[in-house]
Structures are given as structure tokens and as C-alpha cells.
């Protein structure tokens, strides 16, 4: 027994000593030789082998090669596929007899590759040495293999990649991406032990840093499910996982996520698609229980936080169509859509409403800047919200329900509830980003409203006040502000009650028009007119806005009116025939109240209009206007027909006075004046 003991022993020390020495005794030309040929014959690629080949077969197989190259294609841009500086492998033997691989190390030092898509979709991978002929179906089989070799445990020694590089083309589509520095660690003590990988690249000259690890090696292999956990840091974007997972048989998750982005509008950018200029799309936070596979993907009990603009609810998004989709339902703190508008800054280059004194007449408050809704392209969206604030321009609008769709580049808001200064509403905007000219619609009726307040953040018209009731429907489009105004469109009707045009007293101003005409709003002195009615309907036009039934009730006036406001170049053209009235009585809107009937004329920039009476249209009945001023109560209106009647005495009927005629004019008869002539010297005609 000891004899043939000691006969094996030396068997294996000879084995050993011939595995040991035969890379010492073939010359390193042979392996390099042997090696191109194979190569050549599995690739039809030439490979290069500039430095030594190591290689060493016990206790470990292992090789070490150095400077390493391998032919690309030759249609490529690049001449080789891929170098790399050294490659060190280390793989131990004995552990393979007992279905254990346990790779000592495997080292990559300075490797390039080039990936590259050829025009008719051909891949630089595909090699000529002939496509692999297609394989039958394998049947489903346990972890022993047809040897019955059982692959029991798998682990890692030193894996790594040192300052690697990529570089993807896509000549059918345009893609292409560059990685650089790429270093890469991994740690597998087992496949019962956690793994572990951790590394850096530059993309795009920003640095990326992640790690990863898994809790159950062993679960992935077999397609099962096993904790894991993931991070991304970087100055655009940090991103964090720590859930499950399952690689196989259709990819799943489930866990909790963490997106932070200091600047979409900059990340954006750094992924190639860069947003339209603006201020919005800034900080955007994310957080929640996510789950999903493949390109849908859930969020339940999230925590959004984009633009100072925070929301909570669901969320679901889907990237597998030709643009992302997302779907959620959301209670959002405050929207502010100012800040997804271009040059949002209200009253940077306008003029004031009601404030300029210029009477210029002149377009400053549109601007010509473009309006570029491309931005809406970018997703399609079906959101619920609900609200406590909501700012449109300067317009500020309180607690709220709406739907928003946003479909190839047009979103629809449609306002189901509407807390708008002290009144409540629904409406719908439109508006349509799909084309190169923004598009808008909008319908919104309205009721119990604050007028003051919502027209000076509307159009910054102070000058109204009383409770509103409103419904309109316009539709625009154009590619500035100007042009959007310029082609508006649509109807209307308005209703103010129990108000004051404020600032304006206006049966002063019929008494200052008598006089000449004046011109701006201070010409009706600084006291209010009140009312208790005011409104009519409006039609649109190419940004002309018709008004032929404005009717307004007061206690000493009553106001009919007919006219245009010209909505680009910013001015008014109006017909007012505001009555005197003689009495308080019939307030309520008889049509016989008796008053003096005044026509005005209201011309000009609406921020400083021009008032003249029109005497025009008085002379056409000077009789009828006589016949008014009959009709008033009280010595004001016996004091106005004196006027104009030349200084006869209201009542007398014309009847001659029978004193003593026995002065120079004796006998002489006194000419009655003519209305018209009388009415012109009256308006200082």
C-alpha cells in the first residue's frame, strides 16, 4: 500500500512540475501566434497582442496580456473595436472539481471600446467570421448540467475596470454617447454573501457616481427576488433605491424612491434635450413607494416638490411610447403657471392701465417677444388637482379642482371648481403648443366676483367696482403676445351690480362737456359715479371688441352706450348718452324716466380717452332736446331752457311782456333764438 502510494504521489508531482514548466519552456510567440489565428478564424478581426503574454496553469490558471488591440469594421469610424492596456485573469483550478468558480482576479487597465450601428443597422459587433446558426430551445434544466456537474458557488476576488472609456454611434438614428474614466469595483465573497459594486464614469464632461448592492446573489441566478439597493450622485441628479428586486423572467421592483434634481431645465440640457427659454423647470424633489417593470412604473404616497410647487397623491408614468406618459392624481399646495411662461414678468415693458398720462396711443403694453409652447411636446399627461392657490399672470385664484390633459403638445385645464375673488366659477383653457404658432381657447363663466380687484390684476383697470357676473368664450393664436391679441376672438356678457366707476363722477363730466370737449378720466373730478346695474354683451373680433347695449342705472344718471375698444393698439371709440335724470324715481330701469339726454363722445387711448359732446347728433333734433329739458323737475331745468331759449322765462309760452314801450325800442318785436344756434353757443359751438 505504501508503495503504490508513494507511486502516486510522484505521479502528481510530475504533473504538477510538467503543468508548472511548460509555460516556462514554449516561447510566448507560439501563445500570441495561436492565439491571433483563433481570433481571426471566430471574427474575421485582426487582434494585436504589442506587450507580453503571461500565463500560468497551476495553482491557478492565469494570464496577463499587454497592449492589446482588436480590428473594428471597416466601414467604422474607428480603426479598432476596442484596446485595452492590460488585462490580468486569474481563475483557481482545484475548486472547479468540485463545481465552485472562484475567480482570483480579473483586471482591465485602460480599455477602449467602440461601439458603432452602421447606417442599415448593422452592428460593428457582428462579426464576418460568420453569424452563430440558430439553437433549438433548451429544455428547462435544474442547476446540474448534462455532466451532472452541479455549479455550486460562485465568488469574486478582484474585479475591477480601471480608467476605461466608451463610445456608442447610431448611424441609422443620430445617437451617440461617450463615457470616459470609467472605473468599476465588484465584491462577490459567495453567492450566499451580499454583493456589492460601486464605481464612477464621465458622461457628457459631468462625473457620475453609483453603487449598488444585493442581498441574495444566490436568488438572482435562480430568478428570484432579493433586497437591493441603489444610488446615483451627481451635481444634475441624485437618485436613491432601497426596495427588491427581480432581474429575470420580467424584470420587477418594488421599494422606496428618492429623486432629487437641483434644475430640470439643466438636466435637461445635459441629456441633449434642452427646454424652450424660460424661469420654470427649476428644483424638483420626488419621493415615494414605487413599483412597476419594464417602462411602467407606480408611485403611491408621493411627495413631489417642483418649481416651490408642492403635491402629494399618486403618480403613474409610462416611458414606452414615443414620449413619456404620466397619469396622477394630486393635491398641490399653490401652481403658479407664471413661471412655465416666457418673459413672465408682468409690467416689464407695459404701460399701466389707467396710469399713463402719455396719450400716446401707442402698442407698449404687447409685447413682441416670442411665445414658445414646443415645451408641452415634451410629455402627454392626464393629472387630476386640487388646490388652494392658483396664479395666471396676476390673476389670483383661490382654492380649486381641475383636470389637466396635456396630448402632443395642446393641454386642456378644465375648471371644475373655481374660488376667484370673493365669487366662485368654471371654465376651460386651451391651449395648443403643437404647432409653430401658440394656440389658446378659453371659456370660463363666473359669478359673485369682486370686479376691483380681479380687472386690476387682470388688466390693471382700477377704476370698477361691484360684484360681477361674467361668462365669455375667445380663442387666439399667434406667436407673441401682440399677435395673440391681434387675432382674438369670441363673445360675451357682463354684469356688474351695486358698484362705482370709481374716480369718475360722470354727471360732472356731462356738465364739464357742455362747456368743450376735455380730455382723460380726472375730467369727471375725483368723486365715484354709483350704480346699481351696469352691463351688456361683447362680441370680438380680430381684437376689436363690439359693445352695442352697455346700460347703466344710477340714482341721478342713466347710461346707454354703444362703441368698439380696440384691443391691440389699445384704444376706445364709444357712444355714451348718459341721462340727467329729474327725479330718483325709476331707478329701476322704466324706460320713461325723464332726464336730459347728454350724447358723448369717447375717443382715444384708453389710459387718457378724450370726451367731446356730440353735438352732431343733438343738432339733428335740437326741438327734442328743448322738449327735455321741459320735462325736468326744479329750477335746474328752468335755468337750462332759459339758456336755451335765450333768457325767456320757462312757462310763459311765449308771451310778450306789457310794460312801458315807450323807450327808443317801442314797437320793436324781440326775435325768438333758434334751438340749433342756441345749442351750439351752449357746447361752444
Known amino acids: 500500500m505504501s508503495r503504490l502510494i508513494a507511486i502516486l504521489v510522484g505521479i502528481l508531482v510530475l504533473l504538477v512540475a510538467v503543468v508548472v514548466a511548460v509555460p516556462l519552456l514554449v516561447p510566448t510567440s507560439v501563445y500570441k501566434e495561436r492565439i491571433v489565428s483563433l481570433v481571426k478564424a471566430q471574427t474575421g478581426r485582426d487582434l494585436a497582442i504589442g506587450g507580453d503574454v503571461g500565463l500560468s496553469f497551476f495553482p491557478r490558471l492565469a494570464v496577463k496580456v499587454e497592449n492589446v488591440s482588436l480590428s473594428n469594421a471597416a466601414w467604422a469610424k474607428d480603426r479598432d473595436m476596442a484596446t485595452m492596456g492590460e488585462m490580468r485573469a486569474a481563475l483557481k483550478i482545484m475548486p472547479l472539481l468540485h463545481g465552485d468558480v472562484q475567480i482570483d482576479s480579473f483586471v482591465l487597465v485602460d480599455p477602449v471600446i467602440h461601439l458603432e450601428v452602421k447606417a442599415d443597422g448593422t452592428p460593428n459587433w457582428q462579426f464576418d467570421g460568420g453569424k452563430p446558426a440558430a439553437q433549438p430551445a433548451a429544455p428547462a434544466t435544474s442547476e446540474k448540467s448534462a455532466s451532472g456537474a452541479t455549479l455550486r458557488q460562485v465568488s469574486l476576488g478582484d474585479v475591477s475596470i480601471k480608467n476605461g472609456s466608451a463610445t456608442y454611434r447610431n448611424q441609422k438614428t443620430g445617437a451617440s454617447l461617450a463615457f470616459e474614466k470609467v472605473n468599476l469595483d465588484l465584491a462577490l465573497p459567495s453567492l450566499d454573501d451580499p454583493f456589492s459594486a460601486d464605481g464612477s464614469l464621465v458622461w457628457n464632461n459631468e462625473e457620475l457616481s453609483f453603487d449598488l448592492s444585493a442581498a441574495r446573489p444566490r436568488a438572482l441566478t435562480e430568478g428570484g427576488e432579493t433586497p437591493f439597493e441603489f444610488a446615483l450622485k451627481s451635481s444634475k441628479i441624485n437618485a436613491t433605491y432601497k ?6 423572467d420580467g424584470a420587477q421592483f418594488a421599494g422606496g424612491v428618492k429623486l432629487d434634481v ?12 434642452a427646454l424652450p427659454a424660460g424661469n420654470g423647470f427649476g428644483p424638483l424633489a420626488i419621493e415615494g413607494k414605487a413599483s412597476g417593470g419594464g417602462n411602467t412604473y407606480s408611485f403611491n404616497e408621493a411627495k413631489i416638490a417642483l418649481d416651490g410647487m408642492n403635491a402629494t397623491g399618486s403618480l403613474a408614468v409610462d416611458t414606452g411610447g414615443q414620449k413619456p406618459f404620466v397619469k396622477g392624481k394630486l393635491a398641490v399646495d399653490r401652481i403658479d403657471t407664471n413661471v412655465y411662461l416666457e418673459n413672465s414678468d408682468s409690467g416689464s415693458s407695459s404701460t399701466s392701465v389707467g396710469n399713463s398720462g402719455s396719450g400716446s396711443g401707442t402698442d407698449q403694453g404687447w409685447s413682441n417677444e416670442p411665445i414658445d409652447l414646443s415645451g408641452l411636446r415634451a410629455a402627454n399627461a392626464d393629472f387630476t ?36 375673488y370673493d365669487g366662485t366659477g368654471n371654465g376651460k383653457l386651451t391651449l395648443d403648443g403643437s404647432q409653430r404658432a401658440a394656440q ?19 388688466a390693471d383697470f382700477k377704476r370698477l367696482e361691484g360684484k360681477t357676473a361674467l361668462s365669455f368664450a375667445v380663442q387666439t393664436a399667434g406667436q407673441s403676445q401682440r399677435a395673440m391679441v391681434q387675432n382674438l376672438g369670441g363673445k360675451g356678457d357682463v354684469k ?33 359715479t354709483d350704480f346699481s346695474e351696469l352691463g351688456g354683451t361683447f362680441t370680438i373680433d380680430k381684437g376689436i371688441l363690439t359693445n352695442n347695449d352697455l346700460q347703466m342705472l344710477s340714482p341721478l344718471i342713466r347710461l346707454a352706450g354703444a362703441g368698439t375698444v380696440d ?19 325709476g331707478q329701476g330701469g322704466a324706460a320713461d324716466t325723464k332726464g336730459l339726454e347728454i350724447p358723448l363722445i369717447i375717443e382715444g387711448p ?3 380717452p378724450h370726451f367731446r359732446p356730440d353735438l352732431q347728433s343733438m343738432l339733428k333734433n335740437p326741438q327734442a332736446t328743448i322738449d327735455q329739458v321741459k320735462g325736468l323737475k326744479g329750477e335746474g331745468g328752468k335755468e337750462l331752457l ?8 320757462a312757462g310763459t309760452s311765449g308771451e310778450t311782456g306789457t310794460g312801458d314801450t315807450s323807450g327808443t325800442d317801442a314797437g320793436k318785436t324781440e326775435e325768438k333764438p333758434k334751438p340749433a344756434d342756441q345749442l351750439k353757443k351752449l357746447f361752444g359751438g
Do not use: C
Not at 243 to 248: H, K, N, T, V
Not at 262 to 273: E, M
Not at 567 to 583: E, G, I, Q, S
Open 243 to 248: 426596495g427588491s428586486i427581480r432581474p429575470l
Open 496 to 528: 356688474f351690480t351695486n358698484g362705482a366707476i370709481k374716480g369718475v363722477n360722470i354727471a360732472q363730466l356731462a356738465r364739464n362737456v357742455l362747456q368743450g370737449s376735455v380730455t382723460g378720466w380726472q375730467s369727471g373730478g375725483s368723486q365715484d
Open 440 to 458: 389658446a381657447t378659453a371659456a370660463f363663466s363666473i359669478s359673485g366676483v369682486s370686479a376691483e380687484p380681479l380687472l386690476t390684476d387682470a
Open 642 to 649: 332759459k339758456g336755451l331759449l335765450g333768457g325767456s322765462k
Open 262 to 273: 437641483g434644475s430640470v431645465r439643466n438636466l435637461a440640457a445635459w441629456l441633449g434635450n
Open 606 to 608: 384708453w389710459s387718457a
Open 385 to 420: 388637482f386640487s388646490t388652494r392657490e392658483l396664479y395666471v399672470k396676476k390673476i389670483k385664484i383661490g382654492e380649486s379642482a381641475l383636470a389637466l390633459k396635456l396630448n402632443n403638445g395642446v393641454m386642456t385645464v378644465d375648471l371644475t371648481k373655481l374660488a376667484l
Open 567 to 585: 384691443l391691440p393698439n389699445r384704444t376706445l371709440n364709444y357712444h355714451l348718452t348718459p341721462k340727467l335724470a329729474a327725479t330718483l324715481e
